[in-house]
């Protein structure tokens, strides 16, 4: 008896217990289904996470290239048992056959390395040309960045010359004297109103 207990999958507490008892399985961290929602949860909404969309492009591409890869390999190994199988059933005509397709697929392949040939020397021709217009670019900009330096100085000479014009006139200590003689000489008036046009209405009379 007690190796059918320990073979059965039954707790051995239900299968001593009496009929009239109710059994309840407590699982520990589960609710029941009439329990409402908790509190905390109430004012929950649930919002799937954000997807890039740049990621779920990048996805979509290898996701469908590995249907491709998956798909030629389930094709390729389909083909070698079918292939198998046939020459195990046809003897000299699947030689035939084979020897066919393997001088079609040395033709086709000869065919395919021309046509690469001929891409990769028009690809060369094509990037030839892509350097050559950088390079013509990268002169042009050069070009135009001596001519923005050279304008640049020259602003600058201009500015220095004019400076250099007007330092003429600047109050040094050697001619300080000579300054506040010319302003005692020559006094002037600032005393004076303008209309909205900057003309001189009035005049008040200097007082020395």
Do not use: W
């Not at 500015?159 to 300080?176: G, S, V």
Request: with cysteine.
């Amino acid at each position: 008896m007690l190796r059918a207990l320990s073979r059965c999958h039954t707790p051995v507490v239900r299968l001593l217990s009496p009929r009239t008892a109710v059994l309840v399985e407590t699982v520990r961290g589960r609710k029941s289904r009439t329990d409402p929602i908790a509190k905390s949860k109430l004012g929950r909404i649930k919002t799937p996470p954000p997807v890039d969309p740049v990621e779920m492009v990048v996805l979509k591409e290898r996701y469908t290239e590995y249907n491709l890869i998956l798909r030629a390999l389930r094709l390729e190994f389909k083909e070698q048992m079918l292939r198998k199988k046939y020459e195990e059933e046809v003897g000299s005509v699947a030689e035939e056959r084979t020897k066919r397709e393997a001088e079609e697929h040395r033709s086709l392949m000869a065919l395919n390395d021309a046509e690469n040939l001929r891409m990769r020397k028009i690809r060369a021709q094509r990037m030839q040309k892509e350097a050559e217009a950088a390079e013509l670019k990268k002169r042009e900009a050069a070009i135009l960045r001596q001519q923005e330096l050279e304008s640049y100085i020259k602003e600058k000479e201009r500015q220095i010359l004019l400076l250099q014009e007007e330092a003429k006139d600047f109050i040094t200590p050697d001619n300080l004297d000579q300054r506040i003689e010319e302003a005692l000489d020559n006094p002037k008036n600032y005393n004076f109103a303008i209309d909205k046009e900057g003309r001189v209405v009035k005049r008040t009379a200097f007082q020395q």
